[in-house]
């Protein structure tokens, strides 16, 4: 692998850039592996890339239906965030955010990680009780939080509406909060996992699995079969299809989430907000662009496609928060398939099946989750065992009714 640093950009240069390698290989499947982990998207790359590098797993194997970072990776609205409500969420939230934190020094790849901060605002006095109650759980829960009454949020969102439909009267911010560039946190993965030894094969899709008595034994694909006897499935809105071909139903269901980019303008805006009377949320790109995301499609959907009422919702949300975004272009518009749990909170841990593993049920927040999601997921297929971070996020809590209603707890879905 090529190291990247100013040096190797102007030796480069100077070669007329004649001396980059590929990333990563364009692998082809072998017939058996240690360790197969289906979905080439942010969880997927980093659990590979986890498994290599804490657990010494070199013979892996990460297989993808399209391209690397082609499913929700590539298709969210980047933000990174961990303001919730329950303990158990926070922790594991605040700890891929850490992840994020250092996660370019260690992938020796730019993820474009900007600590701009994030916003939630309150329009009415539920909404205030809301975010006092919010912060008070955050700050006890280890998470760095500030409330702000509505003139100091006017203060530091220059251009904030203070006349819309609806008003806002605080805010709380998360300072740690932010973005990063969802490809390069997906090329990251995928070059460093590479390095490793892993298998990266794309245009590969799974058909079905070799179950015997109760354990996965292989995985049938479009490439040919592979034997293996630890697979993770990461397939992220795709979950229930592929338990239904393991044989097994999951408490998820599969909406489609739309998001926006406008033209490119000049910085305007420096942090990240949320309106939750509108579910309108949006930030300002390296770019330029400004990317505005809105609520779920109201039915099940595997369309990675906009829909002009949404587009209509979203706009109305975002000009009442900015007036003078109304006569901004919008460039594109696009859907991910996200993977709805009942009580908002991700399954990780074992399947029904022995030796099959899951890592589902991010709903529209996997983005955020991938460090430490990967991080505990490879944790979870080479050992055996749930990481202590993500032991209440198993299956087995919608038998037991440990659930951890985030949904409605933290008033934020996503």
């Not at 260690?106 to 901060?117: A, D, I, P, T």
């Not at 909406?255 to 910085?267: G, I, N, R, T």
């Amino acid at each position: 692998m090529t190291r990247y640093s100013a040096w190797s950009l102007l030796r480069a240069g100077l070669s007329g850039q004649r001396t980059w390698t590929p990333a990563w290989r364009d692998a082809k499947p072998k017939k058996r592996y240690q360790a197969v982990i289906i979905g080439g998207g942010g969880h997927g790359l980093a659990t590979a890339y986890y498994l290599a590098s804490k657990h010494g797993l070199r013979d892996i194997a990460v297989l993808e239906r399209g391209w690397i970072g082609g499913g929700n990776t590539g298709r969210n609205t980047t933000v990174i965030r961990s303001n919730y409500f329950f303990p158990e969420s926070t922790r594991f939230y605040d700890f891929s955010l850490s992840l994020y934190e250092g996660l370019s020094r260690e992938l020796n790849y730019n993820v474009m990680f900007s600590r701009r901060g994030m916003w939630s605002f309150a329009h009415d006095r539920h909404g205030i009780e809301m975010l006092r109650r919010s912060v008070n759980a955050m700050r006890l829960n280890g998470a760095d939080a500030e409330y702000h009454e509505g003139e100091e949020v006017f203060r530091r969102i220059p251009g904030l509406s203070r006349s819309g439909r609806f008003p806002i009267l605080a805010g709380l911010l998360q300072p740690r909060g932010g973005t990063a560039r969802h490809d390069a946190v997906a090329w990251g993965y995928a070059r460093a996992a590479d390095a490793l030894g892993v298998d990266i094969i794309q245009n590969c899709d799974v058909t079905g699995f070799d179950i015997r008595e109760g354990r996965i034994r292989g995985v049938e694909t479009s490439l040919g079969d592979i034997v293996v006897d630890r697979v993770g499935l990461a397939v992220a809105g795709h979950s229930s299809v592929m338990a239904a071909r393991a044989g097994f139903r999951l408490p998820i269901v599969s909406y489609a989430l739309q998001a926006f980019v406008s033209e490119p303008m000049k910085p305007v805006l420096d942090t990240v907000v949320l309106a939750p009377s509108t579910g309108t949320y949006l930030s300002q790109s390296d770019k330029g662009e400004i990317v505005v995301g809105s609520a779920l499609d109201l039915f099940p959907s595997y369309a990675q496609r906009g829909s002009l009422p949404v587009l209509e919702q979203t706009a109305a949300g975002l000009i009442d928060l900015f007036p003078h975004f109304s006569r901004v272009r919008l460039l594109r518009q696009w859907a991910g398939i996200v993977d709805v749990v009942q009580d908002s909170t991700p399954i990780l841990g074992e399947s029904p099946v022995k030796g099959l593993y899951l890592n589902c049920g991010w709903g529209t927040g996997g983005f955020k989750a991938i460090p430490g999601g990967g991080f505990c997921f490879a944790h979870n297929i080479a050992t055996g065992e749930a990481h202590p971070l993500v032991a209440a996020f198993s299956l087995d809590r919608f038998r037991t009714g440990a659930l951890i209603d985030e949904a409605a707890a933290s008033g934020i879905a996503h």
